[in-house]
């Protein structure tokens, strides 16, 4: 199972930006870029969402409710994956948590907590 650890949350306001990162141990440096990686959030009282996600191609999807706000990259020398976000809403207040995938193997990170408030 692949461990992860996520980084950049905290508070800002409405309309600011965050950049969160994700990175991968070093022991998988080798097949990092064969593991397709997301991010999804957890608001209290709700479900855990899928927010983006960037395929080994490098192809991304988005939830609908951050489309043209938030741009997931990666960095396979890295071992990293980033979120930037921009124009947040108190909406977008959760924990977000990366996730990596491949046909051999899955892994979570224990999420970053943004939080947008005035």
């Known amino acids: 199972q692949v461990r992860l650890v996520e980084s950049g949350g905290g508070l800002v306001q409405p309309g600011g930006s965050l950049r969160l990162s994700c990175k991968a141990p070093?022991?998988?440096?080798?097949?990092?870029?064969?593991?397709?990686m997301a991010w999804y959030r957890q608001a209290p009282g709700k479900e855990r969402e899928l927010v983006a996600e960037?395929?080994?191609?490098?192809?991304?999807n988005y939830a609908d409710s951050v489309k043209g706000r938030f741009t997931i990259s990666r960095d396979n020398g890295k071992r990293s994956v980033y979120l930037q976000m921009n124009s947040l809403k108190p909406d977008d207040t959760a924990v977000y948590y990366c996730?990596?995938?491949?046909?051999?193997?899955?892994?979570w990170g224990e999420g970053t907590l943004v939080t947008v408030d005035s």
């Open positions: 960037i395929s080994t191609g490098r192809t991304t």
């Open positions: 996730y990596a995938a491949s046909p051999r193997t899955s892994g």
């Open positions: 070093t022991t998988i440096l080798s097949v990092f870029n064969t593991l397709n």
